[in-house]
């Protein structure tokens, strides 16, 4: 038991180590009121999202590109109540998928629980880390991506792709949970499953007109790092939130993560400095984001000091991350396999390399832990992968994915939107 | 009459300014453009890449005056806005056939 | 008992429903965390709202329109603290204004009460309620109010408009709390009183110069597009905080707050792809907004599958409202009619239609809710009216209420308060 | 016992006064949520810090003014986990400073309590407050100090000036707490601190180029005013959080925050509309600022009336003292020391003339009180200000700290960073 | 043909476009500019100070037009630009050797 | 020597800026216009009512060159703006009287 994950093993490992007040199915108002608060703080994540993104983007793109993370705020809340939650964490115990039982989330009332808040609020935030996903897939494929076919794509994905992966990793009898893989807030089940999407979808889709010739100019820097620092305050919310319960797990989480992401931000800025001779302000967005990421595995069983070395490290590995696109000339717009999947791995792994609480790891002699990392995200790639490509080939084929030349060196603002983003 | 336009670069607008108002000059009307030239743009980094930006800002002065005057604005010009480095900019004189004072629709040099 | 709503309802309500740890005159942490914490989120609407408005408007006016929110936090903070306080929730159980026994919060300490919440709590969360209404009227009036007018105009509505009416819903003894219309966060107390009295004081302030015949375009939509999700995210605590408590209420009103504000912003999206052809950020931005409005009464009343059609309907519905102005030619600057008083109109009538949780409704065959419902909203919105109306008609009598022509066309950044906003 | 605060105090103060069912020792869910949520706050308050001031420089140094905020993120945050907090709270009761005991948080671990809140949360929320800190400090030296330094100054900074200031006003056996003073929320310790600070650093930097000649215009104000909205949302947090528990102090706290915020935006505009006839945007945005900056000391102690003169009075007073640089002629570029010294200063001072909650002051005749606020102030401005000018000078000396003219003239966003702000 | 290039207050913009094309003009372009001259820039609050900024926002608008057409494009600029308080404006009025249709390729007075 | 001021669509900036430079022009000054002409602007949507903006951007490029290049640099410059479709724009071509370097105080071609 104490190698499970997710939120039932969470929620069981808190309850046990700390033996407070909270006992499962009593409601505890301070679980209740910080499981709140970590929802509204992942939603809060959506619009930091397309704020760090749409700075980046050319200005006649910035509403566009704003526009994918609100239309998964829209759609995906409503499917996550109609059927995702129920794929994801309904059903009996299958391993691969949950069931149809609480369609409409029906049989469910405020006086319901799980453990000791009420399932409404685990539902919300869930739905919340449903929501974001998608959102930052988009990153990859802005500046030429039909609005229309995004908002079929996120439908499909988050129902082939997401809801499967969430119920292996964190729903009840999932296989992965089974098998001991651990993903304290998302890694795997966010962050590799949209570094990944995000590679397959731009093979499909193509390069933006002018790749590597043009400069991409990021248009407005402040913007990203005002998105940069929504990021960062809603990603407490994000990992100490997953605890499910105030208490010391949420504690350490949230320690955890406010370091591992300022290690990120200096490792970025440390290697800028070395290739470059300048620290940019772009890799301090960059660095935290990535340190954020690479914790979020981790970040209950993870000490603040052994989140140093992982959001340094990720700092690193990020910043070569994106430099890779430039060499194997793939067009990752904003870096999402850069930055997402690359940071996500990595934390996977190290969670089985310095994780020290609540579990083993590679420094307490407990490799196996690792191995089963290593399954966690392969098996997650893979799979996140294959569908994603044959959902956006298959888009491709029905309704065409991405923009007319005419429309992309119009900006997708006015071809998309009918709308400019400033008129200063 | 005749039209000045100055190419200058942005730091050295203030002195040039005061440098033409101290000439006697009353009026002028000031843009900001991008020049290409000999001069090359800065290097910018992103994400793990630097480039480098290929136009350079540069501040334009439209200035119309008197024949007598041309040569006071240019050396005006010339003694402030040079640094000495490449990019300091251009002058074009061009002819003026009229100027006119919109509010009182004085013509010619009055209206300046 | 089960019909009445409003503080001491909900507080009753959620004490008898869930038996948790919570009984009144205790203090409950958890409680006090929540409802601390949706008083900071309330507040964070303030700035949301103002780049919500900012961002609509020309850049002569984006510091004015913002200072009309940033007031309301400086002046009706303050009111509500010396006076406003007591007015609404002070006295004995009179039916239409509460007492003068607590100016200046006398009388309170840390230790005193307010169900299981310190009665500092209760008192800053309403206040920020107090705060953002009169805020959102300035939608209507932005571009060419002048700033000492608007000033002392929110003193007065704030005194004679919102006071009365919060104790109407929310105070002991109010009439309409005894009539048991529900009203869980501020359908009517917030957006239809502050809807109609947008109409009102338009009315007499009259159109700005060149309504419908130059084009107004929004000066900034990325600023409105980070103000709606700053809304969405302090709206949680507007409406999961209403229950006063970190409970199943307060959870089932947080998802179906999300769940509404997601299809407004769907419905919103759709009618406009089918009029125009395409979907546009304003309209996501304005359509989150309109489900959120939509939610508010029922909020605590109304399960997440239901607040589905609610959000979604409301989408429709207020942006058929935005366009009565073209049609009637008032000129309601950025909706504020259209949106608040169209949107919580449509919510209380819904709360009266599918309310299933705590109370009867048209499909739980209780049609006298309903009824109940319609009189509220008519009771709120003839009050607000008129003495809105009366009191601009004076205001502009005493001390003028319109900038001149020539501070008009100049921008009332400069004409008002001596700024531009921007010097890129 | 009733004269001590900071940590410890507070503590004890707050189960005695409400007997809740929190004990030290046991964990109380509702404390830690609030003290999570608030550390989440402060957080936020840098990206708010940052948009606050980067709006008030030329658009040239936009980025180096907001990575001055975010390099603090990165650097002292870990410094914090290393050993800042264990030179704060660590050691014996030694009065000057803590000891090497929990260098890297060694010996601590999920449950471990500070009270009734895990020692994770402990460490977190004061290490936002380390955080802040030398941000703040940040406003007197942008658009001329070089990046490197400053990154290495508040390295320097925070380990000579902050942590033993800290340790002294709220560690255990901390000279100034043993004596009595007053500090709810960091008045001493984060705003006299940084606003000498600040001080001292530009006497040896020098003014910007053409201080007092050019005109310095703000390029982007609603970039500022956001930074306050964003400031005052997270100032619960910082304030109320600073009870350490969801309690009736916190919940005074955050009141008596909200008003004096109100009450300084107020009084800030009411003396601009007499000086110049107009009340300003940035006045707004810099009342607010200097009403919770007053009110920091004493946020625990003042009762939200008394917050009323307490903000307004700070809000003349920074007015005040902002226009002191232009008389004596230093280069206080966005007053650091006319809003968080003489704020900070006024606000120790106020706590002890007009508390009246746990302790005495001077309206209940309590002049000893007052005394030890004063010794409290001048004790920590001197300190902070003779071990900064040190720094300063030698890092001067070594490295030298400010930016050649040419990449003054150029921008430093170009210069430091290699980047522009804005491609629009 | 002649070049005409006015510089007017910013407010002025849509009435002059307006009576310019009431006047047959059938195309022109506008540019935000920087004046300084007679007129002083606004007052400005800036935290405790008050200053004059020393530019006033302008608008330029060039105009490329036949012999024939520049006093009706003058007139019309003059009828509607004006305010009668200082800082509105002057036009200038610049020799023009060819016009040149990029689309069609056109020259002289047909390419405009 | 001339003055060539070419108005064009934006999106062709970097060919016309690149057959430019092929043509062997070495300095050129761009800015950001507003273009009025047969062109229309476009269809924006604005909380339920559509309209169409009344202006186009364009860009604007000066050159100052010396007479033997005017052909050359026109011709280049249809070469590579021309879409074909309305709105691609005009070339200008105005008399210089003088041309000045300011880092050197050259006058004439060699100031180009
Ligand atoms: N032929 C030209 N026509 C118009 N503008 C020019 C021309 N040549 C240069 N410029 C302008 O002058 C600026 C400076 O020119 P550049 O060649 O960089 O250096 P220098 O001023 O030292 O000759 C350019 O950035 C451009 O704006
Ligand atoms: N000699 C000049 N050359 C170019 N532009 C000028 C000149 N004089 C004035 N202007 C422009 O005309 C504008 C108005 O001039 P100003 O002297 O303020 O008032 P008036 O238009 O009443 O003469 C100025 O702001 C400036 O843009
Ligand atoms: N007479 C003119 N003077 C100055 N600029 C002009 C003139 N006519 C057109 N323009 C500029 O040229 C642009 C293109 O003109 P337009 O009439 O739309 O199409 P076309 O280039 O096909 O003739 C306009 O947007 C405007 O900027």
Known sequence: MNRKTGFFGILAMSILALAGPAFADELSGGDTAWVMTSSALVLLMLPGLALFYAGMVRSKNVLSTTMMSFICMGVIAIQWVVYGYSLAFGGGAHPLIGGLDTLMLSSISPETLSGSIPTYVFIAFQGMFAIITPALISGAVVERMKFSAFTIFIILWATLVYDPLCHWVWGEGGWLLELGALDFAGGTVVHISSGVSALAAILVLGKRRGFLKEQFVPHNLTMTLLGSGLLWFGWFGFNAGSSLAANGTAAMAFLSTNTASAAGLVGWLIIEKIKFGKPSALGAASGCVAGLVAITPGAGFITPAWAIPVGFIAGILCFQGVCLKNKFGYDDSLDVLGVHGIGGTWGAIATGLVATVGTGSLITGDIHQLWVQVIGVLAAATYAFVVTFIIIKVLDAVIGIRASEAEEIEGLDQSQHGEVGYSL | ?112
Chains 1, 3, 4 share one sequence.
């Not at chain 2, 991008?34 to 480098?52: I, N, S």
């Not at chain 2, 003694?79 to 002058?91: E, H, L, N, Q, Y």
């Open chain 2, 1 to 112: 009459m005749k039209k000045i336009e100055a190419i200058i670069k942005p730091h050295q607008q203030e002195v040039t300014i005061d440098a033409l108002k101290a000439a006697g000059i009353q009026g002028m009307t000031v843009s900001e453009v991008k020049g290409f030239g000999r001069q090359k743009g800065q290097t910018e980094l992103y994400r793990g890449a630097e480039y480098q930006v290929d136009f350079v800002p540069k501040i334009r002065i439209d200035l119309a005056v008197d024949d007598d005057m041309v040569d006071k604005a240019v050396e005006a010009i010339l003694g402030s806005a040079r640094t000495g480095k490449i990019g300091d900019g251009k002058i074009f004189i061009l002819p003026l056939e009229e100027a006119i004072r919109v509010r009182t629709g004085e013509r010619g040099p009055e209206a300046l």
